[in-house]
Every structure is written in C-alpha cells, then in structure tokens.
C-alpha cells in the first residue's frame, strides 16, 4: 500500500534534510533524530553516499520513514525506490519527472517557485510539492497568496526554513510540513555528535508541535 504523503507530512510537521558524506553515519543519524521525537527524514542525494545511506536506514531503522531528496531524473526516482525510500522529493520538476511520477511505487513531491510550475504539477496528477527556495521566492506570503486561486495545491517549504520562522510557515493552511538542515547540519554529522542532533530535533518537535 502506497504511503499517504499529506498524511505523513503533517504528523512529521518538520522534516530534517540531511546530506551523509559516510555510510557509516546513516544509521546513528537516523537513531539520534528518533531519540528526539522525529519520525521522518529526507537524505538527499547530493553526495555519492546518499543513495547507499538510504538503504542503511532503510534496512536497520524501521521506526524512521526514509525519503529521498535531490531527485533529478527517472533514473534517480527508479535507484531511490529500489533502495527502500519510502517518498521522494526533488527541488524541481521536469515533464520527464511528472510522467514517471504517475507509475512510481512512491510518492514524489516535485519541487515548484512559480504559479506556472504549481499548475503544470496539477495538472499531471500531484497535490503535494515542494516550495523550494522557499525564503527568496516570498515564504510565507507566496504561499499565502497561491492559496487563493490554487488551493488544492500543498506545500513542503523549504530553503531558507528554521526553527525561527517555521511556525509563521505552518501557519499557512496549504502548509503540511516544512524541511530544512537546521536540525541536522553537515558539520554536527561530520563530528558525529548525535546528541546535539538529537536536541536540536527535541526542540523542535516541541516548538512546532500542534
């Protein structure tokens, strides 16, 4: 059975990205953001790590739903699946990507930055994107605005998203989540100090909870 994205989305509230540059970090990452209350993460695929990262937690931390960032191509949607991926995201959307976005066993949350691209997603199908970067193309008030004419349309924001301004984010009632690297920054992963990490996803499961 296909994984409900909206749903988990606003359960999640916030979603951690992360980039793994050791394999060996997936697993102790992923336990140290359930430690702290968060259920869900997406890895992204910037570094050549990523793809075998997914599949570590896939394999060995069961409670954590793994998503896949970074989705540039089919290609890229086909390898995140086979990996254990659970949902992808990508920070755009191409008319390739839409296409096999209709016959993928996960859900895929094409990214958007204008009225245009939200449409074109409509019209493929998709009412989950993601808003990327959110903070340059206008945050909160551009969602607020599209809310309008294309309130069918929702949201993950992210790119300029933390723990200062995402309550203003989910606020907005075509917001389901927002996701940022604030929780899980690369140089507390590089020194492998998962109780900051941990903390920092406490923190904000409490401060943006309900």
């Not at 992210?158 to 929780?183: F, H, K, M, Q, S």
């Amino acid at each position: 059975m296909s994984l409900d994205i909206q749903d988990l989305f606003r359960r999640a509230r916030v979603l951690p990205v992360v980039t793994i540059d050791s394999v060996s970090d997936a697993v102790p990452l992923a336990e140290a953001l359930l430690a702290g209350g968060l259920r869900a993460i997406e890895v992204t695929l910037r570094t050549p790590t990523g793809l075998a990262g997914i599949e570590a937690i896939a394999a060995k931390v069961p409670n954590m739903v793994v998503g896949a960032g970074t989705v540039l191509s089919p290609a890229d949607l086909r390898a995140v699946a086979a990996a254990g991926a659970q949902f992808a995201l990508s920070p755009g959307s191409t008319p390739e990507l839409l296409a096999v976005a209709k016959t993928s066993p996960i859900p895929f949350v094409p990214g958007v930055a204008s009225a245009s691209e939200v449409m074109a997603v409509l019209a493929a199908g998709l009412t989950t994107m993601k808003l990327f970067p959110a903070a340059i193309l206008g945050g909160p008030a551009w969602l607020k605005a599209l809310n309008g004419p294309l309130g069918q349309a929702m949201f993950c924001p992210t790119g300029g998203v933390g723990l200062d301004n995402a309550r203003t984010y989910l606020a907005e009632p075509n917001v389901l989540c927002v996701g940022g690297t604030w929780i899980a920054p690369s140089d507390l992963i590089g020194a492998k100090d998962w109780p900051a990490i941990t903390a920092r996803a406490a923190a904000a499961v409490s401060a943006l909870s309900g």
